[in-house]
């Protein structure tokens, strides 16, 4: 399941990285740097989402059978509050499994000189559908 995190060009560039995976749950984590930060000293707001919605898919891929893979149908983010600090923590949870179908939520937190506080909330609607790749190369 890390590898979801690992074989994403882009996720791996941001350094979002996770902690736990499995049982339709994800928790990751991301050290912020300069590059995550938007003119005003900020979390970008595209770090946030991505994060959200990455560690929402991990999730809903814990739950897939052989051959399948999620992919991001919809998603809803709620900017709570200005994200400035040292590390993100994100906790994603399947809310509803489905066929076709996979409804999450992701919660992201910021910590800031010890303290950790919610930044952003997201609802994420994955569509489950054949891996291709697995296809090509002779998979399910």
Do not use: W
């Not at 984590?29 to 000293?41: I, S, V, W």
């Not at 983010?77 to 809310?95: K, M, T, Y």
């Amino acid at each position: 399941m890390a590898a979801i995190f690992r074989s994403a060009p882009f996720v791996a560039a941001l350094g979002i990285e996770p902690q736990a995976i499995g049982d339709g749950r994800c928790v990751s984590h991301l050290e912020l740097t300069d590059m995550h930060l938007q003119h005003n000293g900020y979390v970008h707001a595209g770090v946030l989402a991505t994060m959200a919605d990455h560690s929402a898919g991990a999730a809903a891929a814990s739950l897939l059978r052989p051959g399948q893979i999620v992919l991001t149908a919809e998603f809803k983010i709620s900017l709570l509050r200005a994200a400035q600090g040292e590390r993100l923590r994100c906790d994603a949870e399947v809310i509803k499994p489905g066929a076709r179908v996979v409804f999450a939520e992701s919660t992201v937190f910021c910590e800031h000189g010890g303290a950790e506080k919610m930044v952003a909330r997201a609802s994420i609607s994955l569509a489950v559908v054949p891996d291709e790749g697995a296809t090509a190369q002779g998979g399910e």
